[in-house]
């Protein structure tokens, strides 16, 4: 990166890490706890001359100490970093609650607006973090480092150590003072809020990425893709489940002669990262849609290529795969949000598939020959499925035509009529002449 542009980096970063102490004081001042990674800090200030920035940091320490123990050769030396950056949060931490000292909230309805302020505040400090992307705070990285190790799910080892911290709070809370101090219902609220706030905000400040010098946003891989000469070109084909998308690929792959790319991708990325196929299969583009996944099983700490979910970091090996093949020959991407991948890709044309439901539930009773009873469900489920993962990962709606050069109902046309009409299009759109030969 340039001077200028790794200056501007750090200082997003400070910027959100300010916000993130802010948020914490916010949910502080809300008197119905404190967030989870300050409960234990927050818990030994009440009663202690030491301020809980200074306690803060203590514990950052002992987080950074944990990490070299247990990366030990892998503990980087760029990490080191977290030990100015702990000294900066603390103060900012109690600079942060002096200027808002004079909150103090009577009523319970209130206490809980200040609670979602400071939520909202704090998501928003993460989210800023994420964008500078230049180093995590103790608390994310240390908990980055055990599921790097342990090979577990980020979120889940995010809710152990919550909950570790809630507990020891809780015990030294009983041994200190004799009650439960410091841990509410406001730190399990801030456990599932922020993550949602963060999230949200992700998507939407994505366009700061431009700011720092980015061409595009997290999810984008290498250097923009840029065909080898006019006659390398790559057609991406979303479709809904039924409705032939499918087959009318695998028409303009043989009209063209070029590959054509679906269960392939499957085999490509259970190779890279060393799982099976039908585990891949079955994670693919069913990212969950119910609130306490997206709340807690996520990770919205780091950027895409950096997290540790599962689900993210299969998003982001079949994204680095897409962007490779595009950039090796003229071919044809079945799905996996191959046109948001590719969108700097200058030859790239984008087809959504689309059909009435009949239509849909005849061909995959009739051509798929799955049960009657049981097309019914997998027609809601598939697609319901592909919508969230395209959310998720694209910030965009999934069958919104103004993401795509060129929407066909399928109802309309056989499968031959639709891959003749969409071949025609694409031959004019890059001045192409059908031939039988190999399209490079």
Known sequence: MRKEEIFKRYLLFIIGLFVNSLGICFIIKADLGSSPISSLPYTISLKSPISLGTLTF????????????????????REWLQLPISVLFGVFIDLS?????????????????????????????????VIANVVMLSGEAFV??????????????????????????????LILYGAVLGVREGTIVAAFLVGMFTRYYNKRLAFLNRYLGESSQQTSGPEPITANDNRHFVITIAREYGSGGREIGKCLAERFGIPYYDRELIDMVAKEKGMSNMEVASREQNIPSHLLYEMIMQDFTAPLERSLSQDDALFVAQSRIIRKLASEGSCIIIGRCADYVLRDFKNCFKVFVHADYESKLHRIINDYKEDET?????????????????????????????????????????????????GKIVERKFHLEQQSSTIQ
């Open 58 to 77: 203590i514990l950052n320490l002992f987080l950074i100490a944990g990490q070299m123990l247990i990366l030990k050769k892998d503990f980087k030396q």
């Open 97 to 129: 609650m002096w200027m808002i000292g004079w909150i103090q909230p009577d009523m319970y309805v209130m206490k809980l607006v200040i609670l979602v302020i400071g939520c909202a505040i704090l998501g928003l400090g993460v989210s800023l973090e």
């Open 144 to 173: 980055q480092a055990i599921s790097m190790k342990k090979k577990k799910e980020f979120g889940l080892v995010k809710i152990c150590f919550d909950s570790s911290l809630m507990i020891l709070a809780i015990v030294l809370s």
């Open 374 to 422: 049981k097309a019914h469900e997998e027609l809601k489920r598939v697609d319901h499925g592909r919508a969230n993962h395209y959310k998720t990962y694209t910030g965009h709606t999934w069958d919104d035509a103004s993401n795509y050069d060129l929407c066909v109902n399928s109802s309309l046309f056989s499968i031959k009529e639709c891959s003749e009409l969409i």
